[in-house]
């Protein structure tokens, strides 16, 4: 299994970016793929997930209302949109992967990361205000 994180970069406050995370190995409809992030000096944690069998949606509330995440079958990925960018969302961003039968909705987003199988290297995303 792997995964690859593209299209982090610098950014203003106040703008949008999309991050998207490219699977292989990996039948995406049988797993749960979430997005992480780890600033500087901070611990790793959980924003959006997703189960791209039934498109179910999980977000945690640092981000919420700012995150819209999106599976696009055709190249095995999924996508991050986050608008209204702030500079504390400057971090290292990183996509991972769990069997869906062992995802736990929202609790794996925000306590369980050791659960996740897969994680990708991360993507740089730095907002400038």
């Known amino acids: 299994v792997q995964l690859v994180e593209s299209g982090g970069g610098l950014v203003e406050a106040g703008e949008s970016l999309r991050l998207t995370c490219v699977a292989s190995?990996?039948?995406?409809?049988?797993?749960?793929i979430g997005w992480f992030r780890q600033a500087p000096g901070k611990e790793r944690e959980g924003i959006v997930a997703?189960?791209?069998?039934?498109?179910?949606?999980y977000e945690a509330n640092s981000v919420k209302g700012r995150c819209t995440i999106s599976v696009d079958n055709s190249k095995n990925a999924v996508d991050l949109r986050m608008d209204n960018l702030k500079a504390g969302d400057t971090a290292v961003y990183f996509c991972?992967?769990?069997?869906?039968?062992?995802?736990?909705?929202?609790?794996?987003?925000?306590?369980?990361?050791?659960?996740?199988?897969?994680w990708g290297r991360g993507t740089q995303v730095t907002v400038s205000s």
């Open positions: 991972a992967a769990v069997p869906q039968s062992r995802f736990y909705g929202i609790e794996s987003l925000t306590g369980r990361e050791q659960h996740w199988t897969a």
């Open positions: 190995g990996l039948r995406m409809r049988d797993y749960a």
């Open positions: 997703i189960t791209p069998r039934d498109r179910t949606v």
